[in-house]
Nanobody, 129 residues
Framework: QVQLMESGGGSVQAGGSLRLSCSRSGITYNHYCMGWFRQAPGKEREAVATLYIDGRSSKPYYVDSVKGRFVISQDNSKNTLDLQMNNLQPEDTAMYFC????????????????????WGQGTQVTVSS
């Protein structure tokens, strides 16, 4: 049974940093996609960053609004998927979710209409001005 659990959310002032971590268990596939998504009140869920995991160095995807500020990475020693968020802005305020999809092949999908098949419960990130 696949389980994902996020941690690391919180409240910061604009310009601050947070590191989100997604603990993953039960994934038995060698090729799958993982990503961080966010949803703010009244807004559509969006893919923030995704990474295809296949034992090779895959190029991550970032939504334009976080490029140069956020970094997605794996910590294989802890079996986590992390999201380092720097220079946070009030528009980054949202519930952040970790998700995995075991059906995709060679690349992730970031379209709003595609729903990954495993999700965490989410962690709140609040950025004040």
């Amino acid at each position: 049974q696949v389980q994902l659990m996020e941690s690391g959310g919180g409240s910061v002032q604009a310009g601050g940093s947070l590191r989100l971590s997604c603990s993953r268990s039960g994934i038995t596939y060698n090729h799958y996609c993982m990503g961080w998504f966010r949803q703010a009140p009244g807004k559509e869920r969006e893919a923030v960053a995704t990474l295809y995991i296949d034992g090779r160095s895959s190029k991550p995807y970032y939504v334009d609004s976080v490029k140069g500020r956020f970094v997605i990475s794996q910590d294989n020693s802890k079996n986590t998927l992390d999201l380092q968020m720097n220079n946070l802005q009030p528009e980054d305020t949202a519930m952040y979710f970790c998700a995995a999809d075991t059906r995709l092949w060679e690349q992730c999908l970031e379209e709003p209409g595609y729903r990954y098949n495993y999700w965490g419960q989410g962690t709140q990130v609040t950025v004040s001005s």
